[in-house]
């Protein structure tokens, strides 16, 4: 089975090679058509002015950029498990997993909140968005405390147990990853380095909101946690059944947890540029379809395998989109900031990638 999944992959990747950059993201355009005409009704709609629809579109645009700027490390991290996914679940993924994406994390997800922190029904919410978007608006920047300290323990967890990995032999930054390597066979150690930050952060913090950051910190380690276990019970009954192995649904179930905690600071600082949660809906969900895109060409065309630094980069940025997202606890901390940051870091893991790459003799693949 294993063997058999080996040799699509490979078939996979030599049919990638024939293909475009461009021809990977023909879905994301056609998204980014049919976004920017809803954009431009919705304009029309709201404003009745050339002027208006122009700043919705634009605005549209803008939110887009803002999720693929954020999102970029997202894919790399997709592509890295989805790449040991059987290959029935990574079509699920890229499929089920964008309308997961698109209609739970930018529509379902900001909705929640209003529900949950305004105590009112799912309706109502969909009304206050619609006739009184600064309330909503309000309302959701007042629960960004929880969601900042749940989301930042869960992604520290997603990038400290890429590094605390004793059989890792593949280093970026020599010094530092060894020593972490060295101590990956302590258990727990990065549960403990998570709590002792989510400790030093809420000392900041003063009256409700310790209580209010700390415990949503420790559901996000807890959700990590009861991921894995879950994650790894359901692979295991299903290898047991004989219909599965490794990489089916509890890797399936990892990587939509993983992506709904890269959504939340995107979904959160979205609304610094528009009040409205359709304009945001839009913009967020066309700059996914692109996340997703470029997840499939890492997967086929093997950048992950070519590049050799290009994960490690990926899960520094992680690492430091969690301590990010802490310190949001305290400050504010610009989204163009965040999204640069992460950038930076994967192009210069790139450009490491290509010196090594050329100081060893090894030609990466066309």
């Not at 490794?246 to 990892?254: E, I, S």
């Not at 066309?286 to 997703?292: D, E, K, L, T, W």
């Amino acid at each position: 089975m294993v063997q058999g999944t080996l040799l699509r992959t490979e078939a996979n990747r030599r049919d990638a090679t024939g293909r475009s950059m461009l021809s990977y993201f023909k879905w994301a355009f056609i998204v980014t058509g049919l976004g920017i005409l809803l954009g431009a009704w919705l304009g029309w709609v709201t404003t009745g002015t050339l002027a208006g629809t122009l700043a919705i579109v634009f605005i549209c645009a803008v939110l887009a950029v803002l999720e693929i700027s954020l999102s970029f490390d997202n894919a790399i991290v997709n592509a890295n498990k989805l790449k040991r996914m059987r290959p029935e679940w990574q079509r699920r993924f890229l499929t089920w997993g964008i309308l997961i994406a698109v209609f739970g994390m930018r529509i379902v997800f900001p909705l929640l909140i209003v529900v949950i922190a305004a105590n009112i029904g799912p309706w109502q919410a969909v009304m206050l968005a619609a006739a009184r978007p600064e309330e909503y608006a309000r309302i959701t920047y007042e629960a960004q405390l929880p969601i900042a300290a749940f989301g930042g323990a869960f992604l520290m967890m997603v990038g400290l147990s890429f590094f605390f990995d004793h059989e890792k032999d593949v280093h970026w930054i020599q010094w530092l990853e060894r020593g972490v390597a060295k101590y990956a066979t302590i258990r727990g150690i990065e549960v403990a380095f998570v709590l002792l930050v989510t400790m030093g952060f809420s000392r900041l913090l003063e009256g409700p909101d310790v209580q209010v950051f700390f415990s949503a910190a420790v559901w996000g380690l807890l959700t990590f946690l009861l991921v894995e276990v879950i994650g790894g019970l359901l692979d295991s009954a299903q290898s047991t059944l004989g219909t599965a192995a490794k990489g089916g649904v509890g890797a399936f179930l990892y990587l939509e947890v993983l992506d709904a905690s890269f959504s939340f600071d995107g979904v959160i600082g979205a609304f610094a540029l528009s009040q409205n949660l359709f304009v945001i809906a839009i913009g967020l969900g066309i700059g996914a379809m692109y996340v997703r895109s470029m997840t499939i060409m890492l997967v086929e065309k093997g950048t992950l395998v070519q590049y050799r630094f290009l994960e490690h980069g990926a899960f520094y940025a992680i690492i430091a989109l969690s301590i990010v997202m802490f310190a949001q606890s305290v400050i504010h901390v610009p989204e163009v900031v965040t999204g640069l940051g992460g950038a930076a870091l994967i192009g210069v893991s790139l450009w490491s990638s290509r010196r090594w790459n050329r100081s060893n003799g090894v030609a990466p693949q066309q």
